[in-house]
């Protein structure tokens, strides 16, 4: 028994913000047939129309979602939530699944001070989304074998970082199973491609949800983690002290020195 299973990834907000964020979706080769014509549909069909779904340009009403081609704020709110609610449901429950890794700024910049030696942020919240997504892939198809593709919007720096670990896993004897899955990274364009148009609702739903900003969309992020199979992470301090040792030792508490 073979399977394909396609990932795309994207991401929301910058090393210099207070979070960062990177945002993945996962399905079978078949499922995401289904879901490309079903989404393209809705978006079409929905008053008005939209050639694609893209968060920021969406909430801001800007580019495709431009007011002077009829959109107001009630209309994105009401495609949100109708986009939510066919992502949620049954059919595509057991061969589908979402998840997030978002980096709190402020708590790796507090301990590169401290002189950790860290990864890039990029790195730290890429590689993250990847082993949850491998290790959803190995636990649901047990017995299996799958061969795993990832796709990322043009231009995005994170595919250079996975392409980079991937090609690096490939040259060992034994590669940890996240990498050696891997027969596929590659780009795609997201305004053509609604994987990428998922995986930018979740890292944008993502990001907005650890800001608290845009009320309105605050809880978007609940609803795409209870409401569907999801896996999400948040790296902070405790998490990256458990993970990472400073050059410089320096004891905490009362030690005697």
């Not at 061969?95 to 590169?112: E, G, I, P, R, V």
Request: proline share 4%; with cysteine.
């Amino acid at each position: 028994m073979f399977v394909v299973i396609k990932s795309y990834f994207d991401k929301s907000g910058q090393e210099d913000q207070q979070f960062l964020t990177i945002g993945g979706v996962a399905a079978t080769d078949d499922v995401w047939n289904g879901i490309e014509k079903d989404w393209n549909l809705i978006l079409q069909g929905n008053k008005p129309s939209a050639a694609y779904m893209h968060m920021n340009e969406a909430v801001f009403l800007k580019r495709e979602f431009d007011s002077a081609k009829g959109w107001t704020e009630a209309d994105i709110f009401g495609l949100v939530n109708l986009l939510l609610s066919y992502l949620s449901s049954a059919p595509l429950r057991d061969k589908y699944c979402q998840f997030s890794c978002t980096l709190k700024m402020s708590d790796y910049n507090k301990l590169l001070a401290e002189t950790y030696q860290l990864d890039s942020p990029a790195d730290i919240v890429a590689t993250s989304c990847v082993q949850q997504m491998s290790r959803w892939y190995f636990e649901h198809y047990k017995g299996l074998d799958f061969e795993a593709h990832y796709y990322f919007d043009q231009n995005e720096p994170f595919e250079d970082i996975i392409r980079a670990k991937w090609n690096r896993a490939r040259a060992e004897e034994n590669p940890k199973y996240q990498w050696a899955h891997i027969s596929h990274i590659g780009s795609a364009v997201m305004r053509k491609t609604p994987g990428l148009q998922i995986a930018d609702m979740i890292a944008w739903a993502t990001n907005r949800h650890e800001v608290k900003r845009l009320k309105k969309y605050e809880d978007l992020a609940v609803g795409l983690r209870h409401l569907l199979p999801s896996f999400w992470v948040l790296v902070d301090e405790a998490q990256l002290r458990k993970h990472y040792r400073p050059l410089i030792y320096k004891p905490y508490g009362n030690e005697q020195i």
